[in-house]
Structures are given as structure tokens and as C-alpha cells.
């Protein structure tokens, strides 16, 4: 008996000092780590299945999470769409065909191809207005930085967006410089007085003006450009396409108003997290506005977000936009790492959450920074990049087949982004492989 005794307690003592071991592994890794100990750091790692931290550095913290910031209008989206996006809202008076802008990024998307909405206006035998106004925030979210206009990741938000609101300009077989949509081609002009380096096509920032040098333009050249926008040119696009008038008014929304639907949800989380697409983070705030109230808002919508279904978050969390473009969003590591419990309860599907995010070794914007297991990824993860940041939060599965939640961040650091995310993944597979 005694024998028996003495074994269980070497047994539980065995379990408990394995337990503290894992601790203590991992501390290790980061106190050992040059490079994550020359800025500042922070780090929560939860088990999914046994509902605890096992480890936390600096996890109260507040960091700039750059576009992990996704993973919050990702859940708000989870909590106020349903399966499928709308595109527009409208009602037929007699002989017209009014409708409103939801802010829908599918909407003639180049790869999402939501096309519902614009199939009702093409093939409606009504005159068509527009009713604008519903849009009440500015063309930029607060703290974005306004020299990154002329990048194809800071398009600017509308009510009605349209073919991304981006321009895209490429070199055809003959070497000419072309542009689409083909109704800005005559915004599209050669300024012998504009002299880059090399070859390179500018945007005036107030207005439509791209110009390019009298050079030659390289073969296969391609570039996107976000374009100014406005009500004008945004309906003048759309006529362009439909080969058909539409008129501007300004109506309240109707009681009646019916609404049509664009293209399916996950499709379009999946377009938003997988290579981290700033215009349609920002643009799904819109529609949880359209569809909670009756404007198109993202503040209201990041309040409502935040009284109602963030409010027991450990940290108040510091949310300005959808993207995470500002450099006004700040989070910390625990809070990221419940958000990430709640969109898996929301969710109940782990097969379907991991398809939507990047997956290390397999799609997204961790595909080259890690190597499967035997051809399967085990880490499930949202990348969030800015100059001297760099971040993961997502899900990791390990060897031993526990469920984990981490959120990685890196802060104001001064070396290469690369030997930033080289060192995370360093840290996360072995987590993976020894737990």
C-alpha cells in the first residue's frame, strides 16, 4: 500500500513539474531570444481545450496591432450578417427604380465577381436613381497616413464601391500603357516634365490626374491605384458599365425597402483575411451599418461592436477603423486571444475558421513563413504589418493535438520585418513540436 502510495505521488509530482516545465520552456525561448528582447514584445498563449493561459508576456500591454485589427471586424461581421453580403437597397415607385449603397465590397469586385446587384439594375426596364448621402464618415479612416494614397492597399470608402476603387494600369501587346476602368482613360496622361528614376505612373492627390513619364514603359508593367472618388465618377463608372443613365437624388430609406444580396460571407472574410485586403475590412463596417441602422457608419458600428459583444474583453480595446491601417488601434495580446476564443464559439466549426485564414505553409500571408507537417499546416494565423510592427494571433495545433490560441506582437523594433516573423515562426513551431 505504501509502495502503491509513494508511486502516485511520484506520478502527480511527475505531472505537475511537466506542467511547469512547458512554462518554463517557453519563458525561456523568449528570454534567450536577442531578437525579441531589443523591443518590445508581447505574448499570450491560451489552450483552447482546457480553457486556461498557459503562458503571457507583457499580454496587458497595449501594442499597434496593424491589420490583426481584421480579426475585430471579422467577429462584428459574425455577429451582425448573415450568410451572404448585401449589395444594394431598393424600392420600385411606378416607372423607377430607386436604390442605396450598402457599402458592399463584392459589388463588381475583381475577385469576389458580386454581380446580384448590378444584375437588377442591368436588366430592370425602370429609370434608375441613386440615392446618396447614406455614407457619413471621411474618404480615409482617422490616423491613416494620406502620402500611401497612390498604394493599391489604401483605396478610398464609399456607400458604393465599385471594381474595388481601384484603377489598375498595365503595358498592352504593343507597349502601350493602358487603364481600367475604361472610363478613367481620359484621366490618363504623359507629362514629359514628370522625370522618376524610372518608370513609374502618379496620381495628382486632390483629383483623377494619373501621370506618367516620357519613358519607355516596361514590358508586362502592372500597377493599381486607388482612385479619388466621388458620387460623379463612381455613377458615371457604373453608366459606363451598364450602358445605361442613372440619376443622382437624395431620399430618407423607405420602410418598405427591399434589399438584395451580393456575394456569399465566408467568400468574401476569406478575400478580407487571406491576403489582408484593407478596402473590403473597411468597407464590411459599412455593411454591419446598413444592416444594424439605417446610415452607413463604421464609428457607430465599432461602439455598437464594442458595448455589445467586446465589453468583457480583459483590456478596453482602442478601435478606430477596419483595417488596421491606423496607427491609432491598440490592443493587447489577452484580449486579441479571447477575441480569438469568441470567433471559434461563434463559429462551432474549427475546419471551416482554419480555411479562412492564412494557413503556414498553405495560403495567405503566412504561406512561405512556415513548412507543414507532413503536408498539413498547424498554424491558422492573422499577420498584421506596419513599419517597425509586426504581429500574429490565430490558432496552432500541435503534435500532441492540443488546441492552442496565441497572440504574437512586435513593436518598434528597428531591424528587418523578416528576421521579426523568421524568429516568431522559430518559436511558434516549437511550440508546436514539443507540446
Not at 52 to 67: G, R, V, W
Not at 93 to 122: E, M, Q, Y
Not at 181 to 194: Q, R, V
Amino acid at each position: 500500500m505504501i509502495l502503491w502510495l509513494t508511486g502516485v505521488f511520484l506520478f502527480l509530482s511527475n505531472g505537475a513539474h511537466a506542467g511547469k516545465i512547458r512554462k518554463r520552456k517557453i519563458r525561456k525561448l523568449f528570454k534567450h531570444s536577442l531578437i525579441v528582447k531589443d523591443h518590445f514584445t508581447g505574448f499570450a498563449l491560451y489552450d483552447l481545450d482546457a480553457q486556461k493561459t498557459i503562458y503571457e508576456l507583457n499580454a496587458d500591454k497595449y501594442f499597434t496591432p496593424a491589420s490583426n485589427t481584421k480579426l475585430f471586424t471579422f467577429y462584428t461581421c459574425l455577429k451582425m450578417l448573415g450568410d451572404s453580403i448585401p449589395a444594394l437597397k431598393y424600392i420600385i415607385r411606378h416607372d423607377s427604380l430607386i436604390f442605396w449603397g450598402t457599402g458592399d465590397p463584392s459589388f463588381l469586385h475583381s475577385a469576389l465577381k458580386g454581380v446580384n446587384g448590378f444584375n437588377l439594375l442591368k436588366n430592370s426596364d425602370k429609370k434608375l436613381f441613386f440615392s446618396s448621402g447614406q455614407y457619413q464618415n471621411d474618404f480615409y479612416r482617422t490616423g491613416w497616413a494620406w502620402d500611401d494614397y497612390n498604394d493599391y492597399y489604401q483605396a478610398e470608402i464609399t456607400e458604393l464601391p465599385i471594381e474595388d476603387n481601384v484603377a489598375v494600369l498595365f503595358a498592352d501587346k504593343s507597349g502601350a500603357l493602358q487603364i481600367t476602368p475604361s472610363g478613367l482613360k481620359e484621366y490618363l496622361k504623359c507629362d514629359s516634365s514628370y522625370k522618376p528614376a524610372s518608370f513609374k505612373v502618379q496620381r495628382e492627390f486632390l483629383n483623377n490626374s494619373f501621370i506618367y513619364p516620357a519613358m519607355q514603359i516596361p514590358a508586362n508593367y502592372r500597377k493599381e491605384i486607388p482612385w479619388k472618388t466621388s458620387t460623379a465618377l463612381t455613377l458615371s463608372l457604373l453608366q459606363d458599365t451598364l450602358k445605361k443613365e442613372i440619376a443622382e437624388i437624395h431620399l430618407p430609406l423607405s420602410d418598405d425597402v427591399k434589399t438584395i444580396f451580393d456575394a456569399n460571407a465566408d467568400t468574401v472574410y476569406k478575400r478580407m483575411l487571406q491576403p489582408s485586403d484593407n478596402f473590403i475590412a473597411e468597407q464590411l463596417l459599412l455593411v454591419c451599418s446598413a444592416v444594424k441602422f439605417k446610415t452607413l457608419n463604421a464609428d457607430s458600428v465599432i461602439a455598437y461592436s464594442k458595448a455589445h459583444y467586446l465589453n468583457d474583453l480583459p483590456d478596453v480595446p482602442q478601435w478606430v477603423d477596419g483595417s488596421g491601417l491606423s496607427r491609432f488601434n491598440l490592443f493587447t495580446p489577452r484580449s486579441i486571444v479571447m477575441l480569438l476564443c469568441k470567433i471559434s464559439d461563434e463559429m462551432k466549426n474549427d475546419n471551416l475558421l482554419h480555411s479562412l485564414l492564412p494557413a503556414g505553409g498553405v495560403a495567405g500571408t503566412i504561406k512561405s513563413a512556415y513548412k507543414t507537417d507532413n503536408g498539413q499546416p498547424f498554424v491558422w494565423a492573422k499577420t498584421g504589418s506596419l513599419s517597425n510592427n509586426h504581429n500574429q494571433s490565430g490558432y496552432l495545433i500541435t503534435r500532441k493535438g492540443k488546441r492552442l490560441a496565441f497572440s504574437f506582437m512586435n513593436n518598434n523594433f528597428t531591424r528587418p520585418a523578416r528576421q521579426i516573423r523568421d524568429e516568431m515562426v522559430r518559436i511558434i513551431t516549437y511550440i508546436h513540436d514539443n507540446f
